[in-house]
């Protein structure tokens, strides 16, 4: 039987692939995480952390209101960007108008907002309120709600798998 490369040859060269495959799997594991803009570093994570007893105080105050949030997102008309409608009813299913404040629109695995929309009532539907957002990918979204009206104080975030 004929050998196709001599030792000399071949058991170099075997080594040298080895090496090759192993750099070419770490380039390609760097490339990957860093194609979505690599590691997310919370903005001002240490201050989040000391209002921690604020945050969870916001949190029962929203869910003693008792109001109920429904949010869908339609897809635009043509070349319109989606829209997202948000509907608030009190405990008792009549809408809640008036509201004024801002949803922000995150990627779960980035920490800064990719849109910030002021609320906007709809016109023909009390309690409705829609906003455009420029929601380009499929997948997983996070919305961040905070609305005011009067003294009382609504924030809740709500996680959406958009198709």
Known sequence: MKE?????????LFVVTLLVMGVSVAVGTLVLANSDGGAQ???DYYRKAL???AHAAE???????GWRVDLVVAPGEGDDEPVLEIAFRDPDGR?????????RAFRPQWTAPVAVAPLAE???????Y????????????DFEITAT??????TKTFRKDLP
Request: avoid cysteine; proline fraction near 12%.
């Open 59 to 65: 949190v029962a105050a929203t869910a003693a209101l």
């Open 41 to 43: 570093v919370v903005e």
């Open 122 to 128: 709809a016109d023909d539907a009390p309690g409705v």
């Open 95 to 103: 809408p809640v108008t008036g509201l004024s404040g801002t949803v």
């Open 4 to 12: 196709l490369l001599p030792p000399h040859i071949a058991w170099p």
């Open 51 to 53: 209002d921690w007893d």
């Open 149 to 154: 009206r009067d003294t009382l104080r609504y």
């Open 130 to 141: 829609r906003l455009p957002l420029p929601l380009t990918r499929s997948g997983l979204w």
